[in-house]
């Protein structure tokens, strides 16, 4: 069974936002709205302080709240575990966001583009966005399908991988089947010491964090 | 609508639906006195009337609110897990038993718009219980506290309307206790978690406590009515029971309603070597 999964090794993230611009280009989200951020967070106390910079977005839950609560069915899971948003069903209720813990969702306005009153390239391809919907990283769910359609595999073919792992600079993002035991998820998890957020909620992410390394001291 | 040129990040409910869930607790408040004055064989539509009202504005609030409203239908499309799904049918269900009772005048009828309404104002409770990423709201204290209040603010107001019959300051006085001890124990619950402590503080902020003085004028104005018989007490007790649940509930949802933060379990230990990426070494 397929799981798809992203590895975030926090050891390597710079914190230089490649990964956000590449999705903003890529799928050409309206302005005020980001399906990766990196989050750049302060840890400790003067002397003792450190910057960890934190890739975040949709976790893509094995229980998502979001789903849970949407009264349309427009928020779904695929078998591959990919959570999914039907922007023809959404009626912007923003219930969904309030449910998400990782204040991964957002909500369309009015069009509007980056630049602005005529769309980059990639808005003018990506065309009108409805207005009044929620939002959200799929991981590049419609890459992913037309590169496995082609035989290609996620995480390691950059064509069926998700925008932001191919951009990383610094190697940080991986993406792949988190039950192939052959694939660089599973390495990495066995490898390395790694967390999910909000753990306690129950929502199984599909979005782990590097830490260290297994067994170190 | 949702604002906003291009799109934005969403940090709370505002107003409006604040309003859903004042006018659906008041709604459901009334709804109840109507099924009891209907019992006790005195005239119970005014309550009822003024109790749909109520609810539909605060439907008609949240209509406004999401991005979409033309097509409010498909809200109906998850009754298995959501809680707004729910409520959306109990209001369907909700409407028509009230305008029966109306029209027909049936006492049963008048019970069953009351069940109905306390069933929507659970999944009221229901909505904010699931909202997981808010901590003041996924409290399991909190849903007593909603019934509760949704029965003090609707008995109070309930005495503000003419011809009211009189044990219902026995009812308001009830609910109101009720409310005390709802309040008290979500209060317990908050302040022993790290993650409410803003909760709290927007509680103890100016206008939270004029609501909270609200409420307990309102308990020793209902107590003074009971125990004298004077109705312009209860009217001004009843008045002050849903003026201090409604500004309370207005903080609880725009305040209190914050959205938890990241919290990280551990930090990188960098300096590690090794490559993370296979897929980047090519």
Redesign the interface.
Known sequence: MTRYAMVADLRRCVGCQTCTAACKEGNATPPGVQWRRVLDIERGTYPDVQRVFLPIGCQHCDEPPCLEVCPTTATRKRADGIVTIDESLCIGCSYCIMACPYEARALTGAEAYAFGDRPIASEAARGTRPEGVATKCDFCAARIDAGVARGLVPGRDAEATPLCANACISGALSFGDRDDPEGPIARLLAENRWFRLHEEEGTGPGFYYLWDREGAP | ??????????N??DLRAAGNFIGGGTGTGLAVVAAAEAFMGGTFRAALVLGLVLTGAGLGL?WL?????W??I?????PR?????RE?IMALLLFPLGILALALGEAWLALAAAVAAVAFLSCQAG?LH?????PA?RKNELVPLILAAGLAEGTGLALCVPGTEPFVVLLALAAGFAREIAWGVYRGALAEEKRTQAALAAFEERPARLARAAQWASLALLVLAAALSVPALAMAGGALAFLGGAAIKAVLITRA?Y??R???????????G????????R
């Open positions: 609508m949702s604002g906003a040129r291009g799109g934005r990040r969403q709370n409910w949240v609110e999401i991005g979409r409203p097509r409010a498909n809200v109906f499309f998850h897990t959501s809680w707004m799904t959306g909505i699931a909202a997981r990423a808010i709201w309603g959205k938890q990241v919290a990280l379990p551990a930090v990188p230990v960098r300096g590690g090794g490559r993370a990426n296979p897929a980047s070494a």
